[in-house]
Structures are given as structure tokens and as C-alpha cells.
């Protein structure tokens, strides 16, 4: 069975939904914002924290193009977005791991450079890498020799680069991958969200446990990341803010507390509809099971020494009796007894042979 160790927990493909709220940087630089938003996060049920830790001089070069809706990140240039939000140190991140642990949430961090893998690795017990860095294989190696599982983001990537980043992985030391369908696009229209990539994962990396890192718009169901645990995913990662409609960075396609709630409760309500994976009789099924089948009945009556013919014989309920499945071993044998019209056939009714 696929399945992948996260902490604590052992996530697999009849689990509920680990969700992780992805506070990134939208904390602003701030503590005491950040403690906020952790608290937020607990009470909302997500299972883990997530933040995201890098500098900009070693993630973009200055004048490094946007990628984002400039009307709701009007920023231009990665460096200049980045440099806004790289102000936490390594002792800040250790605070937040300690905040975390006291209220009883995981805490990751995306590294984004080689010595932020090195710091925060006491603090976690599993790594994200970002979709932006499936080929970055110095990043991969440093992660991967943390022996550590990772989840690794797909977004705007091609299949034979998930497969090659999935094979530096493992031949680095890492024994546990999840792949989080993504589309890097912020924010991701719902035509564009693409969810059958899902099952496309599943089906084309049967080994790992797939999930969903989404970056649209949340609706008041939260219908998309909803869907995905119908669809398969099992672990969610969607951005946190305590206020969706500020300006800048990653609030505006975030969930709130409220959006958090709506997405645990209708996972959970799924959960209890889609049910196992193997298939067997429920109990509520057994007296179903019993009386709506059929069992061999006596079609009309029965002397003693008669061989029985199919003209004997009609399927009846309730299925306390012989299975029709054993019609051909009825066809041919003897009565011991004489049978009444409408008895429910029995193997001590009939010879051996």
C-alpha cells in the first residue's frame, strides 16, 4: 500500500486528510503575526504549519521577472517580493518551531537554499520542496541526505522530470516521497486546475501518496481542494492568512480559518462516504446478504428416489438455503425424502452423489 510517515502520522490511501496550511511568508516578517496564524491553523484542524525560508540574494538574481497577477501582487521582479519577506532568522524559526510543538501542530519550512536545509533540519521531520526546484539537484541531494520523507510539488513540470527528481531522491538517501498535484500559476483559474492530474500520478508513480498544493481562488465550499480527497489526494496544501483580502504576496488566494474548517469537515464527511479500499460486506449488508439472495426451492413436490430436474427447482428468497451458485451440483441427485412444494432445499435433503 502506498503510504508516507509524516511526523507522527502514517498517511495512506484510506486516511483522512493531512492538510497543511502554508503560512509562508505571510506572516509579514512578524512574530507575533506568525504565532497568530499557528494558533489560527490549530484551531481550523490543519495538521501541520508550513513556512517557507529563504534570502533573496541566493533564491532570484535582481532583476528577475514576476510571475504572479501584478494586480494583486504588484510587484515587479522576484527579488524585490522576496526581499520584502527574508527578514526571519534561524532563531526566529526556532521559536516558531517551539510555538508550533507547544500547541501540538507540526511545523515544516520549504527550504530554499542549501543552509536553510542544514538549520532547520532538528526542526522537522519531514521536508516540502517547491515545484520551482524539481530540478535543482543540489537542493535535491541536500534534502535527500537528511534521509528524511519529502513532499515534493509537480507544478509546471513534465513527467520524465518528476520521474528523474523522484530517482535523485531515493538514490540520496530517501525512502518515503509524496507528489502534490500543482499548477504554478497564482492564482490558478478553476478551468485551469486541472485535477485528473491526480489520478494521472497515481497511476503513473503507484508507490507514493499523492496529494494537492493549490493556489486558486477559495470559494465558500472549497470546492477544489474538497474534490481532490474525492479524487485521491491525501495530504492538502493550501496557502493560511488571517485576512484573504490584503494586497501582496500570497494572501489573496489563501484560505482563512473559516475556509479551513469547511475544507476539514467536508474531507472528513467524504471520508465516511468513499469508504475502504478492499472490497467485503459491511455489517449493515449481512442480513441483505441473508434474505434478498436466493436459495434452491422446491418447485412442485418431491418423492423420495427422484432424481431432481431442472423443472424441480425454481431460486427463491431468502438466501438461507443452498446458493444457486450449486446448481449444477443439485441437478442429478437424489431425494432421501420426500419434499414439499416451496421447501427451501438443504443438503441433508439430498444423496451424496
Avoid at 509524496?178 to 486546475?193: F, G, M, Q, R, V
Avoid at 491526480?198 to 507514493?208: D, E, G, H, Q, S
Avoid at 481562488?217 to 492538502?236: E, F, H, L, Q, W
Avoid at 451458485?325 to 438443504?346: P, T
Amino acid at each position: 500500500m502506498r503510504e508516507i510517515f509524516l511526523g507522527s502520522k502514517k498517511i495512506n490511501e484510506d486516511s483522512e486528510p493531512y492538510i497543511i496550511a502554508e503560512i509562508g511568508v505571510n506572516h509579514e516578517n512578524s512574530l507575533q503575526k506568525a504565532f497568530e496564524l499557528i494558533d489560527l491553523a490549530k484551531e481550523g484542524g490543519a495538521d501541520a504549519v508550513k513556512f517557507q525560508t529563504y534570502k533573496a540574494e541566493k533564491i532570484a538574481s535582481i532583476n528577475s521577472p514576476s510571475y504572479w497577477d501584478l494586480n494583486e501582487v504588484p510587484t515587479e521582479t522576484q527579488y524585490k517580493l522576496f526581499k520584502k519577506y527574508d527578514h526571519f532568522n534561524p532563531e526566529d524559526y526556532g521559536k516558531l518551531y517551539k510555538y508550533a510543538t507547544e500547541k501540538k501542530i507540526e511545523f515544516i519550512s520549504t527550504c530554499f537554499d542549501l543552509d536553510a536545509v542544514d538549520f532547520l533540519d532538528p526542526m522537522m521531520n519531514f521536508y516540502k520542496i517547491a515545484s520551482a526546484d524539481i530540478t535543482n539537484y543540489p537542493l535535491l541531494r541536500k534534502i535527500a541526505s537528511k534521509k528524511k520523507p519529502v513532499i515534493l510539488s509537480t507544478g509546471a513540470s513534465t513527467t520524465l522530470e518528476i520521474s528523474n527528481a523522484c530517482i535523485e531522491l531515493k538514490n540520496n538517501g530517501v525512502n518515503f516521497i509524496s507528489l502534490l498535484h500543482c499548477i504554478l500559476n497564482y492564482p490558478t483559474k478553476e478551468e485551469d486546475a486541472n485535477l485528473n492530474m491526480i489520478k494521472f500520478l497515481a497511476n503513473n508513480f503507484p508507490n507514493y501518496i499523492i496529494g494537492l498544493s493549490d493556489h486558486s481562488y477559495p470559494d465558500k465550499n472549497m470546492n477544489i481542494c474538497s474534490m481532490s480527497y474525492v479524487i485521491g489526494a491525501r495530504i492538502i496544501e493550501k496557502h493560511f492568512t488571517y485576512d484573504k483580502s490584503l494586497k501582496d504576496n500570497d494572501h489573496f488566494h489563501s484560505m482563512d480559518i473559516n475556509d479551513l474548517k469547511i475544507l476539514k469537515k467536508n474531507c472528513l464527511e467524504s471520508k465516511k462516504i468513499l469508504g475502504m479500499h478492499t472490497k467485503k460486506i459491511l455489517e449493515s449488508e449481512k442480513i441483505s446478504n441473508k434474505n434478498a439472495r436466493r436459495s434452491i426451492v422446491i418447485k412442485k413436490k418431491v418423492l423420495k428416489n427422484d432424481t431432481l430436474t431442472n423443472d424441480m427447482l425454481i431460486c427463491k428468497r431468502p438466501g438461507t438455503g443452498i446458493s444457486p451458485s450449486n446448481i449444477d451440483r443439485i441437478i442429478g441427485r437424489k431425494a432421501i425424502k420426500d419434499l414439499d412444494e416451496d421447501r427451501i432445499l438443504d443438503w441433508l435433503d439430498i444423496s451424496d452423489q
